[in-house]
């Protein structure tokens, strides 16, 4: 299935600027994750009629800031849960207005969030069929959907 | 009146109690729950007059506890706040027995909107 990158970007900046007031836009060049530094990754599976993954890979800052803004607190006092807790709720979010996109009776899964240096997720007979990068508050995000063929 | 909340997310419980401040609900008492089994305890304990809930949920859904509820005979609002709403779901949702469906992410108007003639009465 094709995704409408216009779709895709219009979901994603308007739950980071509704949920989180952050400034957020896309950007074609392509957009990578620091190298050599921790990240995290929030990934949401959908099944049904079309079968696939929405993930959403951000800097460890980045998800710090945006745990930050959700909880109302400062960058210092957000804990490790709590980031984990707000880029799964953003990752839920994002696939789920996605599901709007796909055929009626599709089901979104419980978001599941890891975190590491430089690792790569892939899905078992899946491949990326849309990926857009992002520049928020001068950081990488990169939102990716993956269809199981 | 009281106001229950019930989401796996904390932060979306959050933004939530945030969201209903910024409508002008920001007086009235608020409890929270983490999914709908948490949610069906809170309301035998505190009676709430308004359920605000999410669809997709660990252990018992959305779905599932307005069905317990209305089984009960509960009388209060129940809508949900969810991140998807198809007309499938919205169809559902009605069926059920659920007053609104509000989409996230949303603003304080759409609270203001779907709550605002049952909070302002």
């Known amino acids: 299935m094709h995704f409408n990158e216009e779709d895709v970007n219009r979901i994603v900046t308007d739950i980071w600027t509704t949920i989180l007031d952050l400034e957020i836009e896309q950007v074609q060049d392509v957009v990578a994750l620091p190298p050599g530094q921790r990240s995290m990754v929030g990934c949401i ?54 599901n709007t996109l796909l055929p009626q009776g599709c089901t979104i899964s ?13 899905i078992p007979g899946g491949r990326i069929t849309t990926q857009l990068g992002f520049m928020c508050e001068g950081e990488p995000m990169i939102a990716a959907i993956m269809e199981r063929v | 009146m009281k106001i229950l909340v019930v989401d796996d997310s904390k932060a979306m419980r959050m933004i939530v109690l945030r969201t209903l401040r910024q ?24 009676a709430p007059d308004v359920i605000i809930s999410d669809w997709n949920m660990p252990n018992m859904n959305g779905l599932e506890f307005l069905q317990a509820l ?52």
């Open chain 1, 45 to 98: 599976q959908i099944a049904g009629e079309w079968q696939g993954a929405v993930t959403l890979f951000c800097p460890d800052s980045l998800v710090r800031k945006s745990a930050a803004s959700m909880f109302g607190m400062s960058e210092d006092e957000v804990s490790e849960e709590e980031m984990q807790d707000t880029l799964g709720e953003l990752t839920n979010m994002t696939a789920g207005n996605i």
């Open chain 2, 23 to 46: 409508a002008g609900f920001g007086d009235h008492e608020t409890k929270e729950a983490a999914d709908g089994k948490e949610g069906l305890d809170l309301v035998h304990q505190w």
């Open chain 1, 110 to 122: 419980l978001p599941s969030v890891a975190e590491g240096i430089d690792y790569k997720i892939t």
């Open chain 2, 70 to 121: 209305k089984g009960e005979g509960f009388a209060g609002l129940f809508g949900f706040v969810t991140t998807e709403g198809s007309p499938k779901m919205r169809d559902t949702a009605m069926e059920e027995g659920a007053s609104f469906l509000i989409t996230k992410p949303f603003t304080a108007q759409s609270f203001q909107t779907e709550l605002g003639p049952t909070l302002n009465g």
